[in-house]
Protein backbone atom coordinates (compact mmCIF):
# COMPACT_ATOMS: atom_id res chain seq x y z
CA UNK A 1 0.00 0.00 0.00
CA UNK A 2 1.39 3.43 -0.61
CA UNK A 3 1.47 6.21 1.83
CA UNK A 4 0.92 9.46 0.31
CA UNK A 5 2.23 12.82 1.12
CA UNK A 6 0.53 15.26 -0.96
CA UNK A 7 2.13 18.03 -3.47
CA UNK A 8 2.29 21.20 -0.86
CA UNK A 9 3.25 18.84 1.81
CA UNK A 10 6.02 17.61 -0.33
CA UNK A 11 7.23 21.35 -1.15
CA UNK A 12 7.21 22.48 2.75
CA UNK A 13 9.03 19.48 3.21
CA UNK A 14 12.03 19.75 0.80
CA UNK A 15 12.00 23.42 1.75
CA UNK A 16 12.49 22.47 5.31
CA UNK A 17 15.66 21.30 4.48
CA UNK A 18 16.87 23.12 1.68
CA UNK A 19 17.06 26.40 1.68
CA UNK A 20 19.50 27.52 -1.23
CA UNK A 21 17.51 28.16 -4.94
CA UNK A 22 19.70 25.39 -6.79
CA UNK A 23 18.64 23.16 -4.58
CA UNK A 24 14.97 24.16 -4.91
CA UNK A 25 14.91 24.61 -8.43
CA UNK A 26 16.98 20.91 -8.64
CA UNK A 27 13.88 19.89 -6.84
CA UNK A 28 10.90 21.47 -9.01
CA UNK A 29 13.17 20.43 -12.22
CA UNK A 30 13.16 16.69 -11.38
CA UNK A 31 9.56 16.82 -9.99
CA UNK A 32 8.45 17.79 -13.49
CA UNK A 33 10.32 15.85 -15.27
CA UNK A 34 9.23 12.50 -13.62
CA UNK A 35 5.57 14.17 -14.39
CA UNK A 36 6.74 13.77 -17.86
CA UNK A 37 8.05 10.65 -17.54
CA UNK A 38 4.93 9.07 -16.28
CA UNK A 39 2.72 10.22 -18.64
CA UNK A 40 4.89 9.38 -21.67
CA UNK A 41 6.04 5.95 -20.44
CA UNK A 42 2.55 4.87 -19.60
CA UNK A 43 1.81 6.07 -15.82
CA UNK A 44 -0.82 8.33 -16.05
CA UNK A 45 -2.48 7.10 -12.80
CA UNK A 46 0.77 7.27 -10.88
CA UNK A 47 1.88 11.08 -12.19
CA UNK A 48 1.45 12.98 -8.80
CA UNK A 49 3.21 9.91 -7.09
CA UNK A 50 6.13 10.04 -9.54
CA UNK A 51 6.47 13.80 -9.64
CA UNK A 52 6.63 13.77 -5.28
CA UNK A 53 9.31 11.29 -5.47
CA UNK A 54 11.34 13.78 -7.88
CA UNK A 55 10.62 16.49 -5.71
CA UNK A 56 11.80 14.69 -2.81
CA UNK A 57 14.78 12.79 -4.01
CA UNK A 58 17.55 15.11 -2.62
CA UNK A 59 15.89 16.41 0.41
CA UNK A 60 18.60 15.19 2.74
CA UNK A 61 21.07 16.55 0.31
CA UNK A 62 21.98 20.66 1.22
CA UNK A 63 22.33 20.08 4.83
CA UNK A 64 24.15 15.97 4.71
CA UNK A 65 26.13 16.08 1.79
CA UNK A 66 28.17 13.03 3.03
CA UNK A 67 25.24 10.90 3.70
CA UNK A 68 22.70 11.95 1.02
CA UNK A 69 20.42 9.60 0.66
CA UNK A 70 21.40 7.74 4.43
CA UNK A 71 20.22 10.62 5.75
CA UNK A 72 16.69 10.78 3.78
CA UNK A 73 15.16 8.15 5.33
CA UNK A 74 14.85 9.35 8.70
CA UNK A 75 13.76 12.78 7.40
CA UNK A 76 11.20 11.34 5.44
CA UNK A 77 9.86 8.71 7.89
CA UNK A 78 9.53 11.92 10.54
CA UNK A 79 7.10 13.59 8.30
CA UNK A 80 4.92 10.45 7.90
CA UNK A 81 6.07 9.36 4.10
CA UNK A 82 5.82 5.74 3.41
CA UNK A 83 7.96 3.35 2.68
CA UNK A 84 7.37 3.27 -0.99
CA UNK A 85 8.36 6.80 -1.86
CA UNK A 86 11.54 6.24 0.93
CA UNK A 87 12.85 3.71 -0.84
CA UNK A 88 12.31 5.37 -4.08
CA UNK A 89 14.56 8.44 -2.98
CA UNK A 90 16.95 6.46 -1.73
CA UNK A 91 17.24 4.27 -5.05
CA UNK A 92 18.85 6.91 -7.09
CA UNK A 93 22.18 6.75 -4.68
CA UNK A 94 22.76 3.16 -5.55
CA UNK A 95 26.33 2.21 -5.84
CA UNK A 96 27.26 5.91 -4.60
CA UNK A 97 26.09 5.64 -1.06
CA UNK A 98 23.11 3.06 -0.94
CA UNK A 99 22.74 -0.48 -2.29
CA UNK A 100 19.28 -0.16 -2.76
CA UNK A 101 19.32 -1.08 -6.47
CA UNK A 102 16.69 0.87 -8.80
CA UNK A 103 13.46 -1.72 -9.86
CA UNK A 104 10.90 0.22 -10.66
CA UNK A 105 10.73 1.75 -13.81
CA UNK A 106 9.55 5.03 -12.09
CA UNK A 107 13.33 4.70 -9.39
CA UNK A 108 15.23 3.68 -12.83
CA UNK A 109 13.99 7.05 -14.56
CA UNK A 110 14.92 9.14 -11.36
CA UNK A 111 18.16 7.39 -11.19
CA UNK A 112 18.90 8.11 -15.35
CA UNK A 113 17.81 11.38 -15.08
CA UNK A 114 18.87 13.39 -11.44
CA UNK A 115 22.29 13.44 -12.97
CA UNK A 116 21.30 14.47 -16.59
CA UNK A 117 18.83 17.13 -15.62
CA UNK A 118 21.90 18.84 -13.60
CA UNK A 119 23.76 18.77 -17.10
CA UNK A 120 20.96 19.53 -18.93
CA UNK A 121 20.53 23.06 -17.06
CA UNK A 122 24.45 23.97 -16.88
CA UNK A 123 24.19 23.93 -20.92
CA UNK A 124 21.07 25.68 -21.05
CA UNK A 125 22.57 28.80 -19.05
CA UNK A 126 25.65 28.60 -21.28
CA UNK A 127 23.11 29.02 -24.67
CA UNK A 128 22.09 32.66 -25.68
CA UNK A 129 18.55 31.80 -24.68
CA UNK A 130 19.40 30.34 -21.44
CA UNK A 131 16.70 27.62 -22.27
CA UNK A 132 16.47 24.51 -23.02
CA UNK A 133 13.59 24.64 -25.39
CA UNK A 134 15.91 25.31 -27.93
CA UNK A 135 18.47 22.85 -27.13
CA UNK A 136 19.25 19.66 -29.49
CA UNK A 137 20.94 16.58 -28.76
CA UNK A 138 23.85 16.84 -30.75
CA UNK A 139 24.92 20.40 -28.75
CA UNK A 140 23.64 18.14 -25.56
CA UNK A 141 26.89 15.66 -26.62
CA UNK A 142 29.58 17.65 -26.90
CA UNK A 143 28.63 18.56 -22.93
CA UNK A 144 28.38 15.34 -21.93
CA UNK A 145 31.93 14.04 -23.73
CA UNK A 146 33.90 17.46 -21.94
CA UNK A 147 34.90 16.17 -18.57
CA UNK A 148 35.52 19.92 -17.37
CA UNK A 149 32.03 21.09 -18.42
CA UNK A 150 29.49 20.35 -15.33
CA UNK A 151 32.30 18.02 -13.78
CA UNK A 152 29.68 17.37 -10.93
CA UNK A 153 27.37 15.83 -12.91
CA UNK A 154 28.53 11.98 -12.96
CA UNK A 155 28.22 10.85 -16.59
CA UNK A 156 28.92 6.87 -15.34
CA UNK A 157 25.36 7.82 -13.69
CA UNK A 158 23.95 8.94 -16.81
CA UNK A 159 25.16 5.91 -18.97
CA UNK A 160 24.49 3.48 -16.28
CA UNK A 161 20.57 4.92 -16.52
CA UNK A 162 20.16 5.01 -19.70
CA UNK A 163 21.76 0.95 -19.86
CA UNK A 164 19.00 0.14 -16.68
CA UNK A 165 16.36 1.28 -18.81
CA UNK A 166 17.50 -0.13 -22.36
CA UNK A 167 17.84 3.29 -24.21
CA UNK A 168 20.95 4.21 -26.15
CA UNK A 169 22.29 7.67 -24.49
CA UNK A 170 20.74 9.44 -27.41
CA UNK A 171 17.23 8.59 -26.46
CA UNK A 172 17.76 9.40 -22.57
CA UNK A 173 19.00 12.97 -23.74
CA UNK A 174 16.07 13.83 -26.49
CA UNK A 175 13.50 12.49 -23.73
CA UNK A 176 15.28 14.45 -20.93
CA UNK A 177 15.53 17.80 -23.23
CA UNK A 178 11.73 17.12 -23.69
CA UNK A 179 10.42 16.68 -20.20
CA UNK A 180 12.77 19.66 -19.29
CA UNK A 181 11.16 22.31 -21.51
CA UNK A 182 7.36 20.77 -20.94
CA UNK A 183 8.16 22.07 -17.21
CA UNK A 184 11.24 24.62 -17.89
CA UNK A 185 8.52 27.81 -17.21
CA UNK A 186 6.42 26.33 -14.47
CA UNK A 187 10.00 26.03 -12.56
CA UNK A 188 10.78 29.26 -13.38
CA UNK A 189 7.74 31.11 -12.08
CA UNK A 190 7.84 28.58 -8.79
CA UNK A 191 11.36 29.19 -7.88
CA UNK A 192 10.59 32.98 -7.95
CA UNK A 193 7.49 32.84 -5.91
CA UNK A 194 9.48 30.62 -3.09
CA UNK A 195 13.00 32.84 -3.09
Given at each position: MKTTIDRSSALALLQTYNKEKFHIQHGLTVEGVMRWFAAEL???DEVDYWGIVGLLHDIDYEQY?????????????KAGVGEDIIRAVCSHGYGLTVDIKPEHVMEKVLYAVDELTGLIGAAARMRPSGSVQDMEVKSLKKKFKSASFAAGCSREVI????????????ALMEKTILAMRSCEAAVATEVERLM
Open positions: GFAPQQHCLAAPELLRLAGAEMLGWSLD
